[in-house]
């Protein structure tokens, strides 16, 4: 049950295998949170998790009608458990990145007149010209890539210009695919959507712009300037500045709800619609990142989030506009030798037991005697790079280390490896820095304490089951103060803190200065 009514913020999130949405009250709390799973709830779409692979093994696409019913069933879920929507202030959300839906001529019709009578899949079922999107998992789009990073002078100069490389999942090189596969079907297409842009227009009843942030996942907007690079547009397909529309900064109100949430489930018709982003930036909002601090989450693969005041973009990593911040910008670095890495030495080195890893990193020292090793057993994304590669104290290759250095040179070496890659985005530790960590190793403290060492920065745990749905809620406290220009930070002073997890150890910032340069030397 809803409970009593409560003033609140809604924060959406239209991930890969769901909806979910968490309603904030005013004191920040989460009160009532639901979702709908794609698999299970709609399963006459016959998706798995949420999405068809398709047969070329590339192409990867989810339903759009899918998820628009979606919307439908959690819409309806909550109005059965007596949520009280008139109590909305406003709301916003995420969209998993980079996925695109495209409105066919006369869609914007449709939505500026919806009935109330009839749920939403009904009357949008003719509105899209591609009825599968493409998704972020897609990566069928290489040629276009090469075709892109050809027109604009290299794969560096398309990163200096938007903030990354040309990659497969990118959307302009999604919608240069369309383009040149389906001519007729881009044609008919009035307007491009992100997932979030499109999601932000379900509830608008009009097309929403596409935020700063989440446009930066494109291949296509000059992240300086936050204007499209007219390059890079036509580069990818014709007329595509008027489909996409004008990006606009990710705490802007795009306008008040539509009618048909007003009058079939009691919206309050004042409610605002704060811009939609993508979900790693509503994840940073969500874990209330600042200037200087950086989030790790320690998964089946290691992905980073940074702020950054003054990004470098390089070949390997992501950089965003900022979500909450329009001067500032976040860094997004994935890494696949992650957790999977981890276990296998556990294995090897540890007898299967996380307990006995433990024992090791305790019964060493910081800096492994100047012993250090890079663990890639699959193709590593940052950098390019396979295999272990293992060096003495002498900076000698070896072929193995004993089973505690071995165990020590694993983490230190996979977080020495972040903090060189996130430098080398532009990021520097502050003397304010916090390290945010979550995921399945953030629940084992010594391997805690390795990445307080290497960052010379406390580390602090946080759940980020719900963040990128949290942090939407708490972008849309931020955009109705925003007019007052509210710093984010002070909109969510209140809400529930981090715990801190440990400090690093005396000593760890000299050892910096005198140990680690030298892995920089050994490019990796
Ligand atoms: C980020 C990316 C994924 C999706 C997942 O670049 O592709 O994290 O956003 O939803």
Redesign the pocket.
């Known amino acids: 049950m809803a409970g009593p009514a409560r003033r609140c913020c809604l924060g959406w999130d239209f991930?890969?295998q769901q909806v979910k949405v968490v309603a904030v009250g005013a004191d920040l709390n989460v009160f009532y949170e639901d979702s709908v799973h794609f698999d299970r709830d709609l399963p006459q779409f016959g998706t798995q998790g949420g999405v068809h692979i398709h047969k070329d093994g590339l192409t990867v696409t989810s339903p759009v009608l899918m998820w628009v019913q979606a919307l439908d069933i959690i819409l309806e879920k909550m109005k059965a458990s007596g949520f009280d929507f008139s109590q909305i202030l406003a709301l916003s959300g995420a969209?998993?990145?980079?996925?695109s839906v495209y409105w066919k001529a006369g869609a914007s019709r449709a939505l500026t007149s919806l009935s109330p009578d009839l749920p939403l899949h009904q009357q949008l079922e003719a509105c899209f010209s591609i009825s599968d999107s493409p998704?972020?998992?897609d990566s069928s789009t290489t040629a276009q890539c090469r075709q892109l990073e050809a027109t604009m002078g290299g794969a560096q100069a398309l990163s200096c210009l938007t903030g990354s490389r040309a990659?497969e999942?990118?959307t302009g090189n999604q919608i240069a695919k369309i383009f040149q596969e389906s001519p007729e079907a881009y044609s008919l297409t009035e307007r491009i959507s992100l997932v979030s842009s499109f999601a932000a227009s379900l509830f608008l009843g009009s097309y929403s712009s596409i935020d700063y942030s989440d446009g930066s996942?494109m291949n296509l907007l000059q992240i300086c300037d936050k204007v499209w690079s007219q390059a890079c547009l036509s580069a990818c397909a014709p007329d595509l500045e008027e489909k996409l529309g004008r990006p606009v900064p990710s705490s802007s109100v795009v306008g008040t709800i539509s009618s048909y949430y007003v009058q079939r489930y009691g919206f309050h018709p004042g409610c605002q619609v704060v811009a939609f982003t993508?979900?790693?930036p509503a994840s940073l909002a969500g874990m209330r990142l600042e200037e200087g601090d950086i989030a790790v989450s320690l998964g089946t693969s290691d992905?980073l989030f940074l702020w950054l005041r003054e990004p470098t973009p390089s070949l390997e990593g992501?950089i965003f506009c900022n979500p909450v911040d329009p001067q500032h910008y976040m860094a997004?670095l994935?890494f696949k030798n992650g957790s999977l890495m981890r276990e296998r030495i556990r294995d090897e080195s540890a007898s299967c037991s996380w307990s006995e890893f433990s024992k090791a990193l305790r019964a060493t020292e910081m800096g492994n005697g100047g012993n250090l090793g890079f663990y890639f057993d699959v193709m590593e994304i940052t950098p390019e790079i396979i295999g272990r590669h293992r060096f003495n104290a002498e900076n000698r290759e070896v072929s193995a280390f004993p089973r505690h250095v071995e165990i020590r040179a694993l983490i230190e070496g996979q977080f020495m490896a972040k903090r060189i890659h996130a430098e080398g985005l532009g990021y520097r530790v502050m003397p304010k820095t916090k390290i945010l960590a979550t995921g399945g190793a953030s629940h084992n403290r010594d391997i805690l304490q390795v990445l307080a060492d290497v960052f010379d920065a406390p580390v602090y745990v946080t759940d980020t089951a719900n963040s990128?749905c949290v942090g939407s809620a708490y972008r849309a406290f931020h955009g109705l103060a925003a007019g007052a220009a509210v710093p984010f930070a002070d909109v969510v002073k209140l809400a529930p803190q981090p715990r801190l997890a440990v400090t690093p150890t005396p000593g760890a910032a000299q050892l910096d200065a005198v140990g680690r340069p030298s892995i920089v030397t050994k490019d990796v």
């Not at 969209?95 to 996925?99: I, L, M, R, S, V």
């Open positions: 991930s890969t969209g998993q990145q980079h996925g998704v972020w998992m990659y999942r990118f996942g993508g979900d790693n992905t992501h997004l994935c990128a």
